[in-house]
Structure formats: C-alpha cells, structure tokens
C-alpha cells in the first residue's frame, strides 16, 4: 500500500473531481480559455456532465458518453484553427493537474489516453 494520500481515478468521483480541477485550469490559462469560452463558447453546466461521462467511459468503461469528438473539434477548428501549441499546452496542463492532485495506475491510464487524444486530434484536423 502506498503512502501517498494522492487518489486514483478508479472511480467516478475521483473522475468527476480531476475535470473539475482540470478545467479550473483550463479556463484560467491565457493561451486556451479563449479557445474555450470565446469561440466554443461552451457552456458549462452543459460542457461538464459531458466530459466527467467521457472521461468515465474511457477511465472506468461506463457507456453513458455518445458523441463523437472528432466532429465537435472539426467544428471548433474551422472556427479558429487549433495549433500543435494548443494540444501540447492542452496536455502539458492535464498531465500536471494529474501529478499534483492523483496517482496510480487509473491516473496513467488516464496519461496516455491524453496523449493519444492530443495526437490524434492534431492528425485529424491535419495540424
């Protein structure tokens, strides 16, 4: 057993508790809150639930999350063209929200599911 008071992500809310951290983050740093609250305008009481399900399926198998992501960022890119720079300070800021507040290996499988979204969503949209 470890002694680090850090949980994992290997339920829903510990899950629901990351994204929360995650996009206080998110909407506070200079380069990505524009992105997300001036040209997807997303609306949080709708945008949350969503994500806190999307991470849950892809972390915990639960299959309440039936959107295609893909379409939604090809939306947002032919509004404002999305850089490599966005997706590495996209990652850059989830995996060090990961670091400071969960560990373990829901936490890593949570690490390299980013990494493959970030990689896949710039060969998607061809960046």
Same mark, same amino acid.
């Given at each position: 057993?470890?002694?680090d008071?850090?949980?994992d992500?290997?339920?829903?809310?510990?899950?629901?508790? $990351?994204?929360?951290? $995650?996009?206080?983050?998110?909407?506070?740093?200079?380069?990505?809150?524009?992105?997300?609250?001036?040209?997807?305008? !997303?609306?949080?009481?709708?945008?949350?639930p969503?994500?806190?399900?999307?991470?849950?399926? /892809?972390?915990?198998?639960?299959?309440?999350?039936?959107?295609? %992501?893909?379409?939604?960022?090809?939306?947002?890119?032919?509004?404002?063209s /999305?850089g490599?720079?966005?997706?590495?300070?996209? /990652?850059?800021?989830?995996?060090?929200? /990961?670091?400071?507040? $969960? %560990?373990?290996?829901?936490?890593?499988?949570?690490?390299?599911?980013?990494?493959?979204i970030?990689?896949?969503?710039?060969q998607g949209?061809? !960046?």
């Amino acid at each position: 057993m470890s002694d680090d008071p850090r949980p994992d992500l290997n339920c829903r809310e510990n899950v629901e508790l $990351f994204v929360d951290c $995650f996009y206080q983050r998110l909407l506070a740093d200079e380069q990505l809150a524009p992105i997300f609250l001036d040209v997807a305008r !997303i609306d949080l009481q709708v945008h949350l639930p969503l994500i806190k399900s999307y991470w849950c399926k /892809l972390l915990l198998g639960e299959n309440a999350y039936r959107r295609h %992501t893909m379409n939604i960022h090809r939306q947002l890119h032919a509004r404002r063209s /999305l850089g490599s720079a966005d997706f590495e300070r996209w /990652l850059n800021l989830f995996c060090d929200t /990961l670091d400071r507040s $969960f %560990t373990g290996p829901y936490s890593q499988k949570a690490r390299r599911i980013a990494g493959a979204i970030a990689a896949n969503m710039q060969q998607g949209l061809s !960046i």
